[in-house]
Structures are given as C-alpha cells and as structure tokens.
C-alpha cells in the first residue's frame, strides 16, 4: 500500500499466473534459438564482428564468417 498526497491510500493488487516452464521447453527454444539467428543476420548485414567462446578462449569472428542457420533463411519470419 501507498499513501498518496497525504489522504488516500492506494492499494494495488498483483496476481500471478502458474506457467510450467518444462510444458512449453521446445517452444521457449525455437523462440530463443530465432532470437540468435535474427541477431546474427543483423550483425552480418551490418558488417559487424561477433564474439564467441571456444575453447576456452573469447574468439572475434569476422563478419563474412558468421554462419546463419539455414531453417532460419527459409523460415517465414
């Protein structure tokens, strides 16, 4: 609750909806899996490095290497 101007209180009401986040797993991947892709294209059109961890190590790929996904190209986005 909130005292407002001194006279009125405010009282807000907050009401949480269960999810079962393993229920919608493969879902939340695609949507995450697309979410890179998208970022990726961008990066690439851009003409802008990315980092990567690979073996241990922060790698810097050029831009003309970064690999899009090839469902992704063909999916309707």
């Known amino acids: 609750m909130a005292n ?3 006279g009125s209180i405010l009282k807000e009401v907050v009401t949480f909806t269960r999810v079962n986040f393993v229920e919608q797993a493969e879902a939340i991947e695609r949507i995450l899996q697309s979410a890179v892709q998208q970022t990726l ?3 690439k059109r851009l003409g802008n490095p990315i980092s990567i961890w690979k073996d241990g190590k922060v790698v810097i790929v050029p831009p003309e290497e970064i690999v899009i996904s090839p469902e ?4 309707d986005k």
């Open 41 to 43: 294209s961008i990066q």
């Open 72 to 75: 992704f190209l063909n999916s």
């Open 4 to 6: 407002i101007g001194g």
